[in-house]
T-cell receptor
């Protein structure tokens, strides 16, 4: 079974902190994605990566950056966390026709 | 990506078929119809996808109209564990510059009752 794991299920940070959200997949997929999910807004794509060290902005990249140093790992970085980044963050990796999602990280920024 | 329209919520009795509709009237010729679902507190899960022919797998069936402007996801014997938000998504086949990006709408909240 494909496994996508995320470093934390729940995270609480303070405004201004630098936050790292880690995602690891075990199926050698080239494409990986970071989404955030908010009530009433659905899932929105933040960034995606189509290969190691390659990345592209999604629909809402502002306030975020990403890192893909190894194929299996895709990190989402909040350089200076703000309260409006309180959300559920979902990572996914893609086989040809299917995206596999991790369990999500619920981030609260106080 | 083409926009989709789904009902906000639907109910279904356990053991009955759940038929979830989706309108995608602006779908273009190279776009597939995908369905995902999200059970509470979990990440979305792939269900099925199709281009123009009807498709069936162990989870569900997908019926696409001949003009491809709408589709229906069918869960043949709904169980309580099928209670979830169901997302209908249209996008080009993976490859090229799309890299398989998915654009999720609001989805349909399906509640299966005992």
């Amino acid at each position: 079974d494909v496994k996508v794991t995320q470093s934390s299920r729940y995270l609480v940070k303070r405004t201004g902190e630098k936050v790292f959200l880690e995602c690891v997949q075990d199926m050698d997929h080239e494409n990986m994605f970071w989404y955030r999910q908010d009530p009433g807004l659905g899932l929105r794509l933040i960034y995606f990566s189509y290969d190691v060290k390659m990345k592209e902005k999604g629909d809402i990249p502002e306030g975020y950056s990403v890192s893909r140093e190894k194929k299996e790992r895709f990190s989402l970085i909040l350089e200076s966390a703000s309260t409006n980044q309180t959300s559920m963050y979902l990572c996914a990796s893609r086989a040809y026709n299917e995206q596999f999602f991790g369990p999500g990280t619920r981030l609260t920024v106080l | 990506d083409a926009k989709t329209t789904q009902p906000t919520s639907m109910d279904c009795a356990e053991g009955r078929a759940a038929n979830l509709p989706c309108n995608h009237s602006t779908i273009s010729g190279n776009e597939y119809v995908y369905w995902y679902r999200q059970i509470h507190s979990q990440g979305p899960q792939y269900i099925i996808h199709g281009l123009k022919n009807n498709e069936t797998n162990e989870m569900a069936s997908l019926i696409i109209t001949e003009d491809r402007k709408s589709s229906t996801l069918i869960l043949p014997h709904a169980t309580l564990r099928d209670t979830a938000v169901y997302y209908c998504i249209v996008r080009p086949a993976a490859g090229g510059t799309s890299y398989g990006k998915l654009t999720f709408g609001q989805g349909t909240i399906l509640t299966v009752h005992p």
